[in-house]
């Protein structure tokens, strides 16, 4: 009897400290865009940990024009949400990192769902582009967002505002 007890106690605790293990980290990055990489400034979050169940999580998410011409300058035109290849994750700004519970997890997927399969022409340079993304998901997770005018195309700079507005982020502007 007391070995079996023993066993359920050892047993209950590596269950416990897998479960307080699991956690998923969500960061805010932005990429300050190059004419020689090709790329425009932009904003997007990356996950990464393991939920409750164990499952694992890797991923990121951004949203964009689906086609980069002129026609953004004139309105909606149509969207994707993307994924950033690795290369790119190293070359960005990671302005904070939040843990994340499941339950935030999940908005944000349904989010990314939403904003994905949006009908038509959803992607808007000035007002619904990657901040605009990036900054629905802060609200997930309890950030207070703002979109200044002078920053809706100042993805780093709006990213510094959105620490500045939530000091209990303790994250640095970055130059």
């Known amino acids: 009897m007391v070995r079996t007890l023993r066993n359920f ?15 998923v980290e969500i960061t805010f990055h932005s990429f300050n865009g190059s004419v020689f990489a090709g790329r425009y400034p932009h904003t997007f979050v990356s996950m990464t940990g393991t939920l409750e169940d164990g499952t694992t999580v890797k991923e990121n998410f951004g949203f964009s024009a689906k086609r980069a011409t002129p026609a953004v300058l004139r309105g909606p035109v149509e969207h994707i949400v993307m ?12 302005h904070f990192t939040l843990q994340m ?26 007002t619904r582009n990657c901040i605009h993304f ?3 998901i802060g609200r997930i997770l309890g950030l207070t967002i703002e979109y200044p005018d002078d920053m809706l195309r100042r993805p780093k700079k709006w990213l510094n505002h959105i620490s500045a507005l939530n000091p209990k982020l303790g994250a640095a502007a970055i130059d």
Do not use: C, H
């Not at 106690?9 to 956690?23: D, E």
């Open 9 to 23: 106690i050892v047993l209950f605790a590596l269950a416990w400290s897998s479960m307080a293990a699991a956690a």
């Open 83 to 94: 994924t950033e290849k690795e290369k790119w994750l190293t070359k960005t700004n990671r």
């Open 101 to 126: 519970t499941d339950a935030q997890y999940r908005k944000v997927k349904k989010l990314v769902s939403e904003w994905r399969n949006a009908p038509g022409k959803f992607y808007d340079l000035d």
């Open 134 to 136: 990036v900054g629905e």
